[in-house]
């Protein structure tokens, strides 16, 4: 959990859930079963698209660690939500 468990572990958040789910995560793998790497824009656009959809659920104040290299700005702009700058 990294980030997140310190967060947790230190009482600033009160639970931890995930972003996404096992489906969407294993079908954006770059990691191929055959030990290749392949990048599938597709899935990881299918992959940050879920993540928007989970953090619109529910009410309250959201707190999302996210690698370097995602960019859910073309998430949003897909599902016409407007972005503040």
Request: proline fraction near 2%; include cysteine.
């Amino acid at each position: 959990m990294g980030a997140a468990a310190h967060l947790l572990i230190s009482n600033e958040l009160n639970s931890v859930l995930p972003l996404e789910n096992a489906e969407t995560f294993e079908a954006a793998n770059p990691a191929g079963k055959d030990g290749k790497i392949r990048f599938d824009k597709e899935a990881e656009e299918k992959r940050e698209d879920e993540m928007i959809k989970n953090l619109l659920k529910g009410q309250g104040i959201k707190v999302v660690v996210l690698g370097g290299g995602h960019d859910l700005s073309g998430s949003i702009k897909r599902m016409k939500f407007c972005m503040l700058d």
